[in-house]
């Protein structure tokens, strides 16, 4: 391959080497999307440009501190603030899970999810029983969702209801985990 010739077979490979860390690198994005991880994310980009913008500029000194930080901060600083992301990495991936797209129970559990949530609201609306029901999405709640406590049970409309009934406990519950 060094003197140009190129066959059909090592493009193939070269496209499917590529398609995969494309897809590897996009669910771990996803993975993250949503994290306080991302923001760590755009840190660690902002002090590659630091140290691309040292060489550029010659700034010599700038350029070997922000290298050392990068040496021997970066791989230890990697792993431990990723350390929930990378941790949830590797449970999905040996669940499976990590390369497949949402299944049909997923599904069916997300739409009885939101089948016992309208039924609660409904109910507690008509005793006007107030209720903050706050849903995960594209922002992480994890920080809101670890001073609670965890429940661990089914959500029902039942369950639901009774968390808001007043003179319960403050329970949280991490909708479809």
């Known amino acids: 391959m060094l003197n140009g010739d190129w066959n059909l077979l090592d493009l193939l490979k070269v496209a499917v080497d590529i398609t995969i860390v494309w897809y590897v690198l996009y669910k771990l994005l996803m993975l993250i999307r949503g994290t306080k991880a991302i923001q760590l994310l755009k840190g660690i980009f902002v002090v590659i440009l630091i140290y691309l913008a040292s060489v550029l500029f010659e700034l010599s000194t700038v350029r070997i501190l922000i290298w050392q930080v990068i040496m021997w901060g970066g791989p230890l600083g990697i792993i431990i603030l990723f350390q929930p992301e990378l941790r ?25 999810s939101i089948q016992s949530i309208a039924e609660s609201c409904k109910y507690m609306g008509k005793r006007r029983i107030g209720a903050l029901i706050t849903i995960e999405r594209e922002s992480a709640m994890g920080d809101y969702i670890s001073t609670g406590i965890p429940i661990n049970g089914k959500l029902t409309n039942q369950l639901l209801t009774n968390i808001f009934i007043p003179n319960t406990p403050p329970y949280t519950m991490e909708l479809l985990s």
């Open 88 to 112: 949830r990495a590797l449970e999905q991936l040996g669940r499976g899970s990590f390369f497949s797209r949402n299944s049909t129970s997923e599904e069916e559990e997300l739409n009885q």
